[in-house]
């Protein structure tokens, strides 16, 4: 997963946290979603939408960029206005751009720069917030997704024990959820057992969203790879027998995938199927 998709999703799960971040209005009037502006191929990823469009309750478009794009203002102001212009009834906007640090930043083109200096555009660089000491759990949050890999896991057992010890404006579950997703995704080489040990979390992490996809995601790629060995040995595979396989529990395709060693002829899978 991208990191920018992981922001977004983070704002989706938890729209706190973004407003945690920006230091801005409640977001209890506000949903998390993608736009996309009719007969063009713009699309914006990550746009919160207000119940009611009004100054104190703006749209916000949201851009996390982890890598130098010296197109990023180009692309996303061109995004806004034809969003904009085929929405004429939204009358107030604001941009976030989330940036890790500040040399993350592409050049200012001077047809831009009017804009980004505004009230209407915010731009955030993560960095800052590992300078600082703060009591805020959605801030930890996110000095949490900058953190060195050897410092990330510490501060992630710090936050997953504080919140067995306070009251927070979302459910612990939640917390301990976005916790885990970072670790996940900040040390892919590991194991998602390995990753329990490491947060202490050997009981609960199995029943976690993101353990789950985890694991729907290694089943999916077992599939693709078990699907594209049979068919260099013995040709295209029809659509029942993909079907099929894509049927099998975890440890069935396991087991497919060790027979498939002995296998010699097309009528070994047929007859595999079927047992």
């Known amino acids: 997963m991208k990191t920018d998709s992981l922001f977004y999703k983070l704002f989706q799960n938890v729209p706190e946290l973004f407003f945690e971040l920006i230091q801005e209005t409640n977001p209890s009037s506000y949903q998390f979603d993608s736009v996309e502006v009719k ?6 990823d ?9 100054a104190e ?5 949201v851009e996390v960029q982890w890598q130098k794009d010296e197109t990023l203002y180009g692309r996303l102001f061109s995004e806004i206005f034809l969003y904009l212009r085929h929405h004429p009834e939204q009358q107030f906007w604001r941009a976030v751009l989330i940036y890790p640090q500040r040399s993350s930043e592409g050049t200012i083109d001077p047809a831009y720069e009017v804009l980004i ?3 209407q555009v915010k731009r955030i660089y993560l960095e800052d917030l590992a300078k600082t000491q703060t009591n805020s759990w959605g801030l930890k949050i996110f000095k949490l997704m900058i953190e060195s890999e050897s410092k990330a896991a510490q501060e992630a057992q710090e936050i997953l024990r504080e919140i067995k010890q306070e009251t927070f404006p979302v459910s612990s579950a939640s917390i301990e959820e976005l916790v885990e997703t970072i670790i996940v995704y900040k040390f892919p080489q590991l194991s998602r057992k390995e990753i ?3 947060l202490g979390l050997a009981d609960s992490i199995t029943q976690t969203r993101v353990y789950q996809e985890g694991l729907q995601e290694g089943e999916y790629k077992l ?34 995938g060790e027979a498939l060693l002995d296998f010699t002829a097309r009528s070994n899978l047929t007859q595999w199927l079927k047992q």
């Open 223 to 256: 599939i693709k790879l078990i699907i594209k060995q049979l068919q260099h040995r013995f040709g295209e595979l029809s659509a029942e027998e993909k079907a099929k396989i894509e049927q099998l529990s975890s440890s069935e395709l396991e087991s497919l």
């Open 57 to 61: 309750t703006p749209i916000y478009f």
């Open 46 to 54: 990550g746009v919160f939408l207000p119940d009611e469009n009004t």
């Open 117 to 119: 200096n505004s009230e």
């Open 196 to 198: 329990a040990k490491m």
């Open 39 to 44: 007969q063009t191929s713009f699309r914006c």
